[in-house]
């Protein structure tokens, strides 16, 4: 495992090089978000993502979130993305929630467009979104520090951010994009009082 200071202003140019090459190349990163550090790798690296199931001990049946740079790019890796979604961009992303809908594959996604300038920058550079979850063994507390990650996993990833920890304190809001409504999968930065207030006043109520 190599590590990367990412806290230096003047190493930043360097950083996201070393970064792009290494998910170019295949590889898993490990990142801060606005919520907490996270396991990263370019969205359609199936070999990162079995890497990331296995260092986190998780469950396939558990999907990797998309995080992306804007709502076109995940329309161009196939998020249907419809009028609740673009009303959820305008006042939640970039930010701490992820939303699930469809996907052109038939699948659901959870689509994430992340409030970390380092990562935006990231993600805008390399193109393409990556595929995404929290830094830490399934059912642990999430990791908020490089020193966290290497500590807490048993297989650490290819290159390791070092020298700025997760702005956050707990993983994102994840709610689920239904056809005749919506539906809270878990409690997280963004309140479910402020979700209805987007939702709820435009489009359908939410479901249980």
Known sequence: MKKIDIGRQHNLPASLIALIECLQNGGVIAAPTETVFGLMTLWQNERGRQRIFRMKERSRDKPLQMLAADLAMARRFGVQIDQRAE????????????AVMPADTGENIGLRIPDHPFILELIRRVDAPLAATSANPSGTPPALTAAEVKKNLKEGPDLLTTGMDAEGDRASTVIMLKENGWEMLRDGPVSQEFIHRILADNFLPERH
Do not use: F, K, Q
């Open 87 to 98: 009303a959820l961009a305008t006042r939640c992303w970039p930010g701490p929630l992820t």
